[in-house]
């Protein structure tokens, strides 16, 4: 199995040459067509696995085909929630470099420190916004981000998540989401 068959789009193909991934790993192959085919998951996978790429490449590719609102204001198409902001700000940075010849781009938010530099970027829009779940319903709250136009809905570290009590949050959150929308979640 090569990337190619997977059917990238060749701005994707070129970065993960220059990344030097030579094949995909085994939960990239077998998740990634299904992603792009629209279809929900739920992945069992560790950090390490290339997990990140599972779901990072695949909703870069969905995006790069949208056609941008030129008018009005950039709406959020995609959400991915995690735990911690270490991981927030690693799945961040994926995301930046899988999808650095295409213009789709994202920011991370996540809670512990001022949201005013979080909060200009919102305003100038993004297509995805990483985030922890506490940040992301204060500003949401705030009025700042509105969840109506997700796409693709991501749930990192699941296990994790309700370990670290998230559950009322996860909820509150998931109630916010449109219902027709593609969802791909992960646990270890
Ligand atoms: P993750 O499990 O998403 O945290 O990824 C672990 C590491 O593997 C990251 O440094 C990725 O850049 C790298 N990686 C992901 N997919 C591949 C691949 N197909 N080939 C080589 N390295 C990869």
Redesign the pocket.
Known sequence: MTFKNLKLIPSILRV?KE???????PI?AKSIPFILNGEDILGS?????????VFAIPIIQHLSNHQRNLNGKQKILSLVITPTRELAI?IGE?FKIYGKYTNVNNTVIFGGVKQRSQTNILKRGVDILVATPGRLLDLIEQGYISLQDIKYFVLDEADRMLDMGFINDIKKILAKLPRNRQSLFFSA
């Open positions: 993960l990344e030097n991934y030579k094949n995909p790993t990239q996978a560790q950090t390490g696995t290339g997990k990140t790429a690693q994926s």
